[in-house]
């Protein structure tokens, strides 16, 4: 892994602690838009294997690309999707062939493989699967709560296949405990059980899958 680049999108309160975490291994480049938050972030840096960018051709460096944008809840108690997809975009229009994208941020199921991959796919020109792989490894962190840091809490992964969880689970073995989903959709369930208020929009979503395939 050390050889490895991640880049992480999103330096909010799941991001900066993810992207500060990973560099004391491989190296590491923290991607925002907003500009007075990287220059912070760069006068303040002392380490010599991270670097925050605003540039979002620094993409295209990374073997890994960890989307951990917002998702603020509307008024009826939905994740709103916008930076996800708007991230997605940016991610896709400079995503190097053979990269895996992950997507932490809170979402509800089927949101990883039915609106984000689609955007990819799109914007990028490539092929998920034959030319760059997907996961999914909900954020977990309560900002505030010492006592579950994100070395404390084990994180999810999940993919698009065995070869890339047994990738996954290297990459975010670097820095705390793991355990591997038997897929997506399962992954994003349990992103739901963490989250209450995504319940009843997976519920109405669960519906609408073929029975038995939601945490099957």
Do not use: W
Request: proline share 6%; with cysteine; net charge neutral.
């Amino acid at each position: 892994m050390k050889d490895k680049i991640v880049c992480v999108v999103g330096l909010g309160y799941v991001g900066l602690p993810l992207a500060n975490a990973l560099s004391k291994h491989p190296s590491v480049i923290g991607y925002d838009i907003d500009k007075d938050k990287i220059e912070k972030l760069n006068d303040n840096n002392n380490e010599e294997n991270i670097d925050f960018t605003t540039d979002p051709s620094r993409i295209k460096q990374a073997d890994f690309v960890l989307i951990c944008v917002p998702t603020p809840i509307t008024k009826s108690k939905e994740p709103n999707l916008r930076y996800v997809k708007s991230a997605a975009e940016i991610v896709g229009k400079n995503l190097k062939k053979g990269a895996i994208v992950v997507l932490e941020s809170t979402i509800y199921p089927r949101v990883t493989e039915e609106t984000v991959k689609p955007i990819l796919e799109r914007e990028s020109g490539l092929k998920c699967g034959a030319d760059f792989k997907i996961g999914y490894s909900p954020e977990r962190i309560n900002p505030g709560d010492e006592a579950h840091t994100l070395d404390r809490i084990t994180k999810i992964v999940a993919r698009m296949d065995d070869e890339t969880t047994e990738i996954l689970a290297e990459l975010y073995g670097l820095i705390t405990d793991v355990y591997k989903a038997k897929d997506i959709k399962t992954a994003e369930a349990a992103n739901v059980i963490d989250k209450p208020f995504l319940r009843k929009k997976a519920f109405s979503e669960r519906k609408a899958l073929p029975k038995g395939q939601f945490l099957s």
